[in-house]
Structures are given as C-alpha cells and as structure tokens.
C-alpha cells in the first residue's frame, strides 16, 4: 500500500489558486484603501476651502518643520496627506493626515493613522515637551525611562499622571505651562497627543482615530480650544 503524494489528491489548480491567494488578497486590499483614500482627500479638499484654508493633497518635507516627525519617532515610512494650511484663532495652522510606520522590524512594527493639527507659536513658544494620553503605568514609564527621554512627575495630581505620560528637557519650565488648570483641561481629553519642539505645537487623538470629514470642524474647534489653554490664552 502506497500513500497518494499531494498532487495526486488535490487538483493543480486548486494549489495554484490557495497559493496566489494571499496575493490577491493583498492587492484587493490595496485597491480598496487607495480609493478610501482618494474619497477621504476629495472631501477635505471641500472641507478646508469651507474653512478659507488651503489644500494640497501631500506634503512630506512638512514634517522637516517638526524635526522630522509629528508624533512616533521613527526610522521607518511616513506619509503625510490632505494637508489644510490658513488661520485658526488668530493663529497660523498645518492640519494633515499623517500615517506612520514605527518601532521595530517583524512583528513589532507598528502602523497609525491620524489627524494632526500643529500650530505655529513662533510670537510665543512653549518649552519642548510630550504629553501622550492613554492609560499611564510603570510600564510606560519605563519605556520613556529607556528611550532616553526625561520623564516629568506631577505627585501631587495622580488622576494626570494616570492618564498622562510626559517628558521634556526643562521640568521646571513644563511644570510652569502645565498648571493644575491646564492639566485638569487635559485630564478630560486623555486619548489626545501633545507634543511642542518650542516653536510649533502639534496635537491629535491618538488611538489611531483620524476624525471623518463631516466631523473635520468639530476636531479643529477642539484642538483651538487646546492650544488656546497651553498658551495661557484660555484656561
């Protein structure tokens, strides 16, 4: 008695078809995002002429403004799209898309979408900081320990530092931005990322959440409202 070898049992075609599978899968996929894409670009393009700004579809040495990143330092690829530039509150704003790839090779790369809005304060900037909303622990805290970046404590306010994981350079000058009235502001918004490089303020939702075109207004009225509170504008 002999066993049949796999051939045998199973047509050509059927192993020609479950091999290229995958494949097909992935330039279905491919085809369906390019045109979500394409779809989300027409309507922000609508958006920001609703708001008096300017559009231009990508722009990637934009982020050479931010010392190469918005938010996700990273080694890896980054597009930037549907780029919205004008006045906000008195202030001149970039809002884009941006889609990163970060960390590490394999199954520790990572992939994040979202909307950023970053505010330029040359007239008035802030200390360079981070403050990444999310459910803050000792883990967290050990990974900004062992990326190099200085962790800043707020002890007397648990409730922001369960919330918010936050580094800078000058402690004492982002203790002096983050007040308890603009901590309390931000204890309300904890899935959002703030980051300053001094001149420019960039923020967005986290979570990898890009807010949907007839929601746009509502995401600019929000961040406006943030960097009117980091300012001292507003608190």
Do not use: C
Request: without cysteine.
């Amino acid at each position: 008695m002999y066993l049949l070898q796999t051939s045998e049992l199973i047509p050509r075609w059927v192993i020609v078809a479950l091999s290229t599978l995958p494949v097909l899968i992935f330039v279905i996929a491919l085809i369906v995002g390019r045109r979500s894409d394409s779809r989300r670009q027409a309507a922000l393009a609508r958006v920001a002429a609703e708001l008096g700004m300017g559009f231009t579809p990508g722009d990637n040495a934009l982020l050479n403004q931010f010392g190469g990143f918005a938010f996700y330092p990273h080694r890896n690829w980054s597009q930037v799209t549907s780029v919205m530039r004008g006045m906000i509150r008195g202030s001149p704003v970039v809002l884009f898309d941006y889609h990163v790839n970060w960390g590490g090779g394999g199954s520790d790369l990572k992939t994040v979408r979202l909307t950023v809005a970053a505010f330029d304060l040359a007239s008035k900037p802030l200390p360079a900081f981070e403050a990444r909303g999310g459910q803050n622990n000792w883990v967290t805290s050990l990974f900004g320990k062992a990326s190099g970046d200085k962790v800043i404590d707020f002890p007397d306010d648990p409730d922001f530092m369960r919330y918010f994981n936050v580094t800078g350079d000058d402690a004492r000058a982002v203790r002096r931005l983050l007040v308890p009235e603009v901590r309390s502001f931000l204890t309300q918004r904890t899935e959002w990322l703030f980051r300053s490089n001094g001149r420019w303020l960039l923020m967005g939702r986290g979570g990898d959440k890009r807010p949907k075109p007839e929601h746009y207004r509502a995401f600019v009225e929000e961040a406006s409202e943030a960097m009117l509170v980091l300012t001292g504008a507003r608190v």
